[in-house]
């Protein structure tokens, strides 16, 4: 299995992705509110892992610009599709990763990060370019499933039971603890974790974190 691999996964796993529900609304309502209070009506925003826009189409309405990014194609394109629709004039979409931005060195106000960082192979690597992305004293703000912390059913059978039919792409296993100490490690202040969730725990921290 390989960055390939996983960008495959989600090239033909895109439309389907599409049409699924939120599985926590009031949760993910509870996210949005949140990240709104942090971010400025004046702030240059950049979404990693957008999937197919709808974070970005809540959000880019608050700020002044607002980079939406995904590194799989078909997802990026039915955002779009979905921009030519509901059109939001300081809204962009792009196939992208973090480490091809940070290469850009264009910087923003705040980086977004939601149900991203346990599916990314370099955890280090990819807060590096995330920290090298913000402005001084930028925002970064993620929320990710711990699955280091998840029932071992699912960490240690079903995820690579399903990993080796392609049925699931890569996922880190590590939990919040781990999380939290390789966000400082990469040059982070935290500032507050919190669980938005409205159906008990469902590891899934919201970290919000300011660059040193």
Known sequence: MSTAS???????????????????????????????????PDDAVLELGCGTGTTAFRLAGDVRDYLAA??????????RERYAVDLVPNLVFRTATAETLAAERVQYDAVLAFNYLHLVRDLSGTLGSIHALLASRGLFISKTPCVGEMSPLIRLALLP??????????????????????????GFEILDIENHATRGDDKRPYIVARKQ
């Open 161 to 186: 039971a399903m990993r080796a039919l392609g049925q699931a792409p890569y996922a880190g296993t590590f939990g919040l603890i781990a999380l939290s100490k390789a966000i400082m490690a990469a």
């Open 70 to 79: 995904d590194f799989s194609g078909e997802m990026t394109a039915i955002a």
């Open 6 to 40: 996983d960008a495959r996964f989600w090239e033909r796993t895109s439309r389907r992705y599409a049409k699924g529900a939120i599985a926590d609304p009031a949760g993910y309502e509870r996210t949005l509110d949140r990240t709104r209070s942090l971010l400025l």
